[in-house]
T-cell receptor, first 112, second 115 residues
Framework: KNEVEQSPQNLTAQEGEFITINCSYSVGISALHWLQQHPGGGIVSLFMLSSGKKKHGRLIATINIQEKHSSLHITASHPRDSAVYICAVIMNYGGSQGNLIFGKGTKLSVKP | DTGVSQNPRHKITKRGQNVTFRCDPISEHNRLYWYRQTLGQGPEFLTYFQNEAQLEKSRLLSDRFSAERPKGSFSTLEIQRTEQGDSAMYLC?????????????FGSGTRLTVV
């Protein structure tokens, strides 16, 4: 079992729909990243959070440390949101400080 | 500073050849990470540096792989005697490391194809 699990693996939505991507993890963490990867390969960090909720434009990220779960929401989705969204956690033990453990990603396709 | 820069963007090589990739991190970031990503998978940790010291290496980093960060600035990742299984996207990231919880900045990656 992977330490970081994302769902769904693939998601197709119509423009304007509200989208939720989920991430569950099984290890103690100090923080969690939501990352966006476009087909060219480059990765952009959308959020880093260790508690509560963060919002940036149409993107909202929440985390529940007790339940070991995080969600990424996209409101009023747009075709330019089409990308792979990756959840990554910073594990909470001294041996690998600062190293990320990645989920496999959720491939989002937003149709016009 | 334009972020984390990786070169080359793409590399096609014949099996058995050696390849070297370069990563230039954000100048004030003292931590630098290498990851490998195969198709349909999330990135996997390879190694990381704090300044010029290589602090951790994954078991994925066989003896054909070597990474350096000689002056604590740019880093190189070399793969000797490449195999087809080495075909992947190699990603570099850097962070400031001033506190336990860091923000990361990723490069655009080097896509390696071994034929």
């Amino acid at each position: 079992k992977n330490e970081v699990e994302q769902s769904p693996q693939n998601l197709t939505a119509q423009e304007g729909e509200f989208i939720t991507i989920n991430c569950s993890y099984s290890v103690g963490i100090s923080a969690l990243h939501w990352l966006q990867q476009h087909p060219g390969g480059g990765i952009v960090s959308l959020f880093m959070l260790s508690s509560g909720k963060k919002k940036h434009g149409r993107l909202i990220a929440t985390i529940n440390i007790q339940e070991k779960h995080s969600s990424l929401h996209i409101t009023a989705s747009h075709p330019r949101d089409s990308a792979v969204y990756i959840c990554a956690v910073i594990m909470n033990y001294g041996g690998s400080q600062g190293n990320l453990i990645f989920g496999k990603g959720t491939k989002l396709s937003v149709k016009p | 500073d334009t972020g984390v820069s990786q070169n080359p963007r793409h590399k096609i090589t014949k099996r058995g050849q050696n390849v070297t990739f370069r990563c230039d991190p954000i100048s004030e970031h003292n931590r630098l990470y290498w990851y490998r990503q195969t198709l349909g998978q999330g990135p996997e940790f390879l190694t990381y540096f704090q300044n010029e010291a290589q602090l951790e290496k994954s078991r994925l980093l066989s003896d054909r792989f070597s990474a350096e960060r000689p002056k604590g600035s740019f880093s190189t990742l070399e793969i000797q005697r490449t195999e087809q299984g080495d075909s992947a996207m190699y990603l570099c990231a850097s962070s400031s490391g001033t506190s336990y919880v860091y923000g990361y900045t990723f490069g655009s990656g080097t896509r390696l194809t071994v034929v």
